[in-house]
Structures are given as structure tokens and as C-alpha cells.
């Protein structure tokens, strides 16, 4: 294990929010896809990283960062970050500038694995406790249904860290038909890693391009549009827009600290074995040697049948917790090794 290198684990922050956002004839509007890039830059400069490339569509924009990816829907902001970047100190910037578009923050959620090197981590990530102690201070008192925990596994360098909070209480919470999954990966493959260093000092979208389709990224979900960046001199990035759905990857392939993370939506509604088929496709691309899995609002379904996907890649299942949380419902944390591993 190399003694520092670049944290690839984010840090995951998804705030909701809620208000009236109709137009005088009941037409839905933009919510907060009305902040101005000035404003987001603002909320940026707070974490400690900037937009390197962006695209949208109807329901909702997608940024890469320099430091991973941000997700901005009417109702709803996803940023998601890496390294040592402070993903917590959005939360002020971001409830003011909300405030102003007449939207009142509703519930929040955070997330994070284990850092590999915690402590090159700044305030206020220096601890979990400490995270949940300046959340805390920093949303409104009546965010009062809260939850902090961490979720265990067998793997002592791998667990779950979850806080939410809401202001509904847990029998007026809203039906989701919306699940979250979120894969970590480490040790990947070393050749498929090294494609991942960028070749004659290409970096870029272009760049980014050619290492997903030499990857084979472009297939995990073909129906998606691809918004993808490459790092000098190694790193990837890659943001998947398909309808109001989004996707992202993120990859640190350097050897002795290698990373990539998966992260994607599904439906209630959906075929259980269509987004196992991606998860599928999305950890054969990486070929880890160690895996975790986490998921919000996830049927028992959905998650037995990952496990049982992941079988024929060589990986076992090594552990399984889940708990209930205000506002998320059930997560779901699983972690995998390679099956020569005991």
C-alpha cells in the first residue's frame, strides 16, 4: 500500500428540497436548474474543485468536476466528490441560493466509503463524527427525523458511513420508485488500469473518449449519452444522461491505491435483471479484486441477484448488512473479494 496517493473514495452529499416551482399555468419549471454558473462555481469554490465539461437535457444537468461529478434536477442536487475536497461546506451555499428560488431543503443524505488515506482529509472530514456534527449545524432544526450509522463488513478496510435527515416523519415519507446503487471498487486489474493513464499527453473530452471506448464503458448502457473526461496524467471521468436518469463513473488507476467507483439509478418499475446486467458489465470493465455495494431504496430482489451476478467474475460475497434510515428507506452495504481470496 502506498504510504499517500490520490483519495479515490468520494464523499456523497444529495440534498431535496421542495416548493412551488409551477408557472401561473401549471407548467412544470427549472427549479434549481435556474442557478446561474456563477452561483455553482461559488458552491464549488467551497468544495475545492470546478466543472470541466457539462451537458442536459430536459429533466435534468450533469457536471463532471475536476474532483468527480454534480447532478442538478428541479428538486433535487447530487454532488458527489473525491480527494481532498471539503464536499460538505456546499451545504450552507447551496440552501441559500435555494432559499432564493423559493425552495426549502427537505431531506439530506450523505454517504462515503473508507478513505484510503484518511488523514490527508481537511476539516470537517476528518472523522465521521465529525462530518455528522457539521451537517448537523448546518441544516435547519427542522430536518428533525435523523440518523447516523456505520454500516460494518467483514473487510476492515471497507465500511458504510450513511446520515440522513428530513423533516417528514417515516409513515409520511414519499414512495420513491427510484433506487440508488453505489459500487466501490480497488485493485483493479492492472492492465485494465493502464488505460487509464492518458498517451501523448492527450487529456480532455477527446481523450476521455477514447478510454471509454477502449474500456468498453460505452456498452455498460448503451441507450446513455456520454459525457466523459480524461486526467493528466491519469483519471477518468464519466457522466451517463439517459431520460431522467443518470450514471457516473470514476476511476484512479494508480498502482497500489486503485479505485473506480459505478453509480447508476433504477426503477421499481424496471426489470430486476436489467440493471444487474449493468452492474455486471460495469465491474467486468474493472476487474477488481475487492468490491462493495451499496443501495438505497433497493428491493430484496434486486440485491440477492447482485450477489449471484458477481459470482461468475470470481467474486464472493463476504459480507451483508442493511438498516433503515429517515428519508433513504432500507440500505442495503455488501462487500466482495476475489473468490482465490480468503
Not at 118 to 143: C, D, M
Not at 175 to 187: D, G, K, L, N, P
Not at 308 to 322: D, I, T, Y
Request: glycine fraction near 6%; hydrophobic fraction near 40%; proline fraction near 6%.
Amino acid at each position: 500500500m502506498a504510504v499517500s496517493g490520490f483519495e479515490g473514495f468520494e464523499k456523497r452529499l444529495e440534498l431535496h428540497f421542495f416548493g412551488d416551482i409551477d408557472d401561473d399555468d401549471g407548467n412544470n419549471m427549472l427549479g434549481l436548474r435556474l442557478l446561474d454558473f456563477e452561483s455553482l462555481e461559488q458552491v464549488l469554490l467551497a468544495v475545492q474543485c470546478t466543472v470541466v465539461s457539462a451537458v442536459g437535457n430536459p429533466f435534468f444537468d450533469a457536471y463532471v468536476l475536476s474532483e468527480s461529478s454534480l447532478f442538478v434536477y428541479p428538486t433535487k442536487i447530487i454532488i458527489k466528490t473525491c480527494g481532498t475536497t471539503q464536499l460538505l461546506k456546499s451545504i450552507p451555499p447551496l440552501i441559500h441560493f435555494a432559499n432564493n428560488l423559493g425552495l426549502s431543503l427537505q431531506t439530506c443524505s450523505y454517504t462515503r466509503g473508507n478513505f484510503i488515506f484518511p488523514k490527508s482529509q481537511p476539516f470537517p472530514h476528518t472523522s465521521f463524527q465529525e462530518e455528522v456534527i457539521y451537517i448537523e449545524h448546518n441544516i435547519p432544526n427542522n430536518l428533525c427525523y435523523r440518523k447516523a450509522s456505520v454500516m460494518p463488513s467483514k473487510l476492515p478496510s471497507h465500511s458504510w458511513h450513511v446520515f440522513t435527515a428530513t423533516l417528514l416523519p417515516p409513515l409520511k415519507s414519499p414512495h420513491h420508485a427510484t433506487f440508488t446503487v453505489e459500487v466501490c471498487m480497488t485493485e483493479l486489474d492492472r492492465l485494465i488500469a493502464r488505460k487509464f493513464f492518458s498517451r501523448d499527453s492527450k487529456t480532455g473530452d477527446l481523450a476521455g473518449r477514447d478510454m471509454t471506448e477502449l474500456t468498453g464503458i460505452d456498452t455498460i448502457n448503451a441507450g446513455a449519452f456520454i459525457c466523459d473526461f480524461a486526467f493528466d496524467p491519469c483519471g477518468y471521468s464519466m457522466n451517463g444522461i439517459d431520460g431522467d436518469r443518470y450514471s457516473t463513473i470514476h476511476v484512479t488507476p494508480e498502482d497500489g491505491f486503485s479505485y473506480a467507483s459505478f453509480e447508476c439509478v433504477g426503477s421499481v418499475y424496471d426489470d430486476p435483471d436489467d440493471i444487474v446486467e449493468i452492474l455486471k458489465k460495469a465491474v467486468r470493465v474493472f476487474m477488481p479484486a475487492t468490491v462493495s455495494i451499496s443501495t438505497t431504496r433497493c428491493s430484496r430482489e434486486v440485491w440477492t441477484k447482485m450477489a449471484r451476478a458477481l459470482q461468475p467474475l470470481g467474486l464472493k460475497c463476504r459480507s451483508f448488512v442493511m438498516d433503515e434510515f429517515p428519508a433513504a428507506g432500507t440500505i442495503s452495504y455488501q462487500t466482495f473479494t476475489a473468490a482465490r481470496r480468503k
